[in-house]
């Protein structure tokens, strides 16, 4: 039995990256990364490499841009290239055929350049749709490229410098980056395996919330029907990874909905609808929405993964209140959006704060009798609105910690741990997007700051392992306090206020894998294969549920001490056993535990016999010190 393996552990850590937010992200392209291998579970077939990244779109989502693109790569370990290609790889010339439902690509002028591919949640299937040829065409504006059809990215610019915008095509649901490589660069795919380097992507997608329904009842937000939210449909929801200290946007709100079938309103609302007022209280833990000077307007909810509850949320109040900048509403505190600019059909486009462990956003319409008292009145609203939206990060320069932005790095719970990674959630907190690298390390030393980017946690260093402008995750130092701590962060462009947060000398957690919001453990066999139940992430990958009887491994943070002590701000060279005995339960069944502790800078690894238990999906937690894992975290057994 392999107790800590560190290429297990690194595949695991690349599909947790599968969790990235839809709606922007950053992913580490290797110079071997095979784009023939795409919606494939391995590249056996393709042409050798590794698998290309990946990053998962939202429902509606309409285009991507490239806003950075970094990093060299080369075919033969001497010439390198950066994103846009070269024209010495080879003799600079692409021409690679088609391979089992994926197209090939043509450019005369260059080689080994950064390239995607957008597939919907099939397997891709002859016949491939024909070549893209960008010979000479490298600084177009916009591109369509179909599905499974490679495309031309480079570094995402244009000659002026503007990123470009690639259409989603329909159905999509699916983005692979990679490398376009061949022997000589010309015929079938191949010759992957000697290719050096890397790329950082980072990306954003444009959505398209869809059209909102004049009857969609915002008081439904998170609920499976609207019987005790007032009738109406359900609202429409846009969802993304917790993505605090980022903001969203709302370039383009047309249409014209009513409240009587003779009205007309556009998306700002109207004077007349019942007297041009909104007095709605709040239900349901969601809370409800004032406005003296107009009714029937387009509005929005911040819901995390849970089910809304009482006790909602204070009202917010908008009368006269219409032309803000920015707005941070709070989880559960409905909030206008309108046209979603500062002036009523002009102005600049507003932003609004996403809160810290926001999950899902909701658009609809806040609407009651006469537009006061309790929510209703839904039926008889006709017309809709078309509204898209768009996610990144905010304006301005000083890094700022979102209310409650210091988060467990695994639970994203509100308590941290001692040599336990933490995310931090805020605005302008980088300006880049990235995680470190071998360079940034110092012999055995890990990076206390990235890009100039440090975090300080009660006083002391910690080891900042990815920046970008809305998120930090970091390594907590050493540090024996109990209780309210402070946290920092500081950039070039000065240091924020100080955010408290809950430390305990242990707040074991599991890392998750991201689909079904994130409700299964993340755990591998001892042959590398993920558990799972059949066809969690699709065909992008294939898992297996645990069998009773078999091992397999779980892996967390903030497990608190081990034995020998655990060197701070050091790599970790051998497996670091926890001092105190570990607990594992599956639903109310201890496990036989045959290791627990630390394998990696701050993640533990647990080694687990499956208990004798009949097929389905059981809670798991631990239990370390006294300190048990949050709930509602699952694993699947089937026998």
């Known amino acids: 039995m392999s107790i800590f393996r560190y290429s297990t552990i690194s595949a695991l850590l690349a599909i947790l990256s599968l969790g990235a937010a839809a709606q922007t992200g950053t992913l580490q392209v290797d110079a071997k990364a095979n784009i023939f291998a795409s919606g494939r579970p391995d590249v056996d077939s393709s042409g050798g490499g590794v698998l290309p990244a990946m990053a998962s779109l939202g429902a509606g989502s309409r285009s991507v841009s490239f806003q950075s693109v970094?990093?060299?790569?080369?075919?033969?370990?001497?010439?390198?290239?950066?994103?846009?290609?070269?024209?010495?790889?080879?003799?600079?010339?692409?021409?690679?055929?088609?391979?089992?439902?994926?197209?090939?690509?043509?450019?005369?002028?260059?080689?080994?350049?950064?390239?995607?591919?957008?597939?919907?949640?099939?397997?891709?299937?002859?016949?491939?749709?024909?070549?893209?040829?960008?010979?000479?065409?490298?600084d177009f504006a916009t591109l369509s490229p179909k599905v499974a059809q490679v495309f031309f990215i480079g570094d995402g610019k244009a000659a002026n410098g503007v990123a470009q915008q690639f259409t989603v095509p329909a159905g999509a649901t699916r983005l692979f980056l990679g490398i376009?490589?061949?022997?000589?660069?010309?015929?079938?795919?191949?010759?992957?395996?000697?290719?050096?380097?890397?790329?950082?992507?980072?990306?954003?997608?444009?959505?398209?919330?869809?059209?909102?329904?004049?009857?969609?009842?915002?008081?439904?937000?998170?609920?499976?029907?609207?019987?005790?939210?007032?009738?109406?449909?359900?609202?429409?929801?846009?969802?993304?990874?917790?993505?605090?200290?980022?903001?969203?946007?709302?370039?383009?709100?047309?249409?014209?909905?009513?409240?009587?079938?003779?009205?007309?309103?556009?998306?700002?609302?109207?004077?007349?609808?019942?007297?041009?007022?909104?007095?709605?209280?709040?239900?349901?833990?969601?809370?409800?929405?004032?406005?003296?000077?107009?009714?029937?307007?387009?509005?929005?909810?911040?819901?995390?993964?849970?089910?809304?509850?009482?006790?909602?949320?204070?009202?917010?109040?908008?009368?006269?209140?219409?032309?803000?900048?920015?707005?941070?509403?709070?989880?559960g505190q409905v909030f206008f959006i309108g046209d979603g600019k500062t002036g009523e059909g002009s102005g600049?486009?507003?932003?609004?704060?996403?809160?810290?462990?926001?999950?899902?956003?909701?658009?609809?319409?806040?609407?009651?009798?006469?537009?006061?008292?309790d929510p209703g009145a839904y039926d008889d609203n006709t017309g809709s609105l078309s509204v898209t939206h768009q996610i990144g990060s905010g304006n301005g320069q000083r890094p700022s910690i979102a209310s409650k932005g210091v988060r467990h790095g695994a639970t994203f719970e509100e308590t941290i741990a001692p040599q336990g990674w933490i995310s931090i959630f805020g605005a302008n907190l980088s300006s880049t997007t990235r995680s470190w690298a071998g360079s940034d390390f110092s012999g055995s030393n890990l990076p206390s700051q990235l890009d100039g980017v440090s975090v300080m946690v009660n006083g002391k260093s910690a080891y900042v392992s990815y920046v970008s402008p809305g998120q930090i995750n970091a390594l907590a130092p050493t540090d024996r306090t109990e209780g309210n701590i402070t946290v920092q962060v500081r950039t070039n462009q000065g240091t924020s206020e100080t955010a408290i947060v809950a430390m305990r000398h242990c707040s074991p957690g599991f890392f998750m894998l991201s689909p079904?919001?994130?409700?299964?453990?993340?755990?591998?066999?001892?042959?590398?294969?993920?558990?799972g139940k059949a066809g969690l992430f699709g065909p992008a990958l294939v898992t297996r549920p645990a069998a009773p009887g078999n091992m397999i491994q779980l892996y967390g943070t903030g497990g608190g001490e081990t034995s020998p002590e655990i060197p701070d701000g050091k790599l970790i060279v051998q497996p670091l056993p926890l001092a105190e005995r570990a607990t594992v339960r599956f639903g109310s069944a201890d496990v036989t535990v045959q290791f627990a502790g630390l394998v990696m800078a701050g993640l533990y690894q647990f080694n687990v016999v499956v208990p004798d238990l009949p097929s389905g999906d059981y809670e798991l937690t631990v239990e370390i010190e006294g300190v048990r894992s949050p709930g509602g975290k699952f694993i699947t057994v089937a026998r």
């Open 70 to 138: 970094s990093g060299r790569v080369s075919c033969d370990g001497v010439d390198t290239a950066g994103p846009d290609g070269s024209e010495t790889c080879a003799g600079g010339a692409t021409d690679i055929e088609s391979l089992d439902g994926i197209a090939g690509i043509l450019d005369e002028d260059r080689s080994m350049f950064l390239v995607g591919v957008f597939l919907t949640s099939a397997a891709p299937a002859d016949p491939a749709p024909e070549r893209l040829n960008f010979t000479g065409n490298h």
């Open 180 to 331: 376009a490589d061949a022997f000589g660069f010309i015929g079938p795919p191949g010759a992957y395996d000697d290719n050096t380097g890397v790329m950082t992507v980072n990306y954003q997608v444009e959505g398209d919330a869809g059209v909102v329904d004049a009857r969609a009842n915002i008081f439904a937000a998170g609920r499976s029907s609207v019987d005790e939210s007032g009738g109406g449909v359900l609202p429409v929801v846009i969802r993304f990874s917790a993505a605090g200290g980022q903001m969203v946007r709302f370039p383009s709100v047309t249409g014209s909905i009513s409240c009587d079938g003779v009205t007309s309103n556009g998306p700002d609302g109207a004077d007349t609808c019942a007297g041009g007022s909104t007095d709605i209280n709040s239900l349901n833990g969601i809370a409800g929405i004032i406005d003296s000077s107009r009714s029937m307007f387009l509005a929005g909810v911040f819901l995390d993964d849970r089910v809304p509850a009482d006790p909602a949320p204070a009202r917010l109040d908008f009368s006269s209140n219409h032309s803000f900048e920015t707005l941070s509403p709070d989880i």
């Open 348 to 373: 600049a486009v507003q932003q609004f704060g996403i809160p810290a462990t926001a999950t899902r956003l909701f658009l609809g319409i806040a609407d009651a009798p006469l537009f006061h008292g």
């Open 516 to 531: 079904e919001g994130g409700k299964y453990v993340a755990a591998v066999h001892l042959d590398g294969a993920y558990v």
